[in-house]
């Protein structure tokens, strides 16, 4: 992302465990101020990483995370609260948000 400031999407999906922990990725945040869109959609990230995200300031419009795991409900607050004009919050399948009581068969 340092090399590409001007990039406005990312999608990293299905990205297993360990494969986006990495410190350069949430560095590079700070390097990409015209991000508006972000897809870790099935993937395993981490309150870090959205947090990373929130403090670079971004112009995000879409964040989706999708049967994502890894992630709290406080790395999302984090996100809404400082990144106020996210239009598309996708959380669709995200575990700790489902009541197994009212899951679909």
């Known amino acids: 992302m340092m090399n590409r400031p001007h990039l406005v999407s990312l999608a990293l999906n299905d990205m297993e465990e360990g494969a986006i922990f990495c410190e350069e990725l949430v560095d590079s945040f700070h390097h990409a101020g015209g991000f508006r869109s972000l897809d870790f959609s099935g993937s395993f990230i981490w309150d870090g990483l ?3 995200v ?3 300031n971004v112009p995000l419009r879409a964040l ?4 994502a795991s890894g992630f709290s409900f406080d ?3 984090n996100i809404v609260l400082k990144l106020q004009g996210i239009k ?8 700790f948000l489902t009541d197994p009581r009212h899951e679909q068969t």
């Not at 989706?64 to 049967?67: D, K, M, R, V």
């Not at 598309?88 to 575990?95: I, M, N, R, T």
């Open 88 to 95: 598309v919050l996708d959380l669709e399948a995200v575990h």
């Open 50 to 52: 959205l947090t990373s």
């Open 64 to 67: 989706f995370l999708s049967h």
């Open 75 to 77: 790395g999302i607050r």
């Open 54 to 56: 929130a403090e670079a």
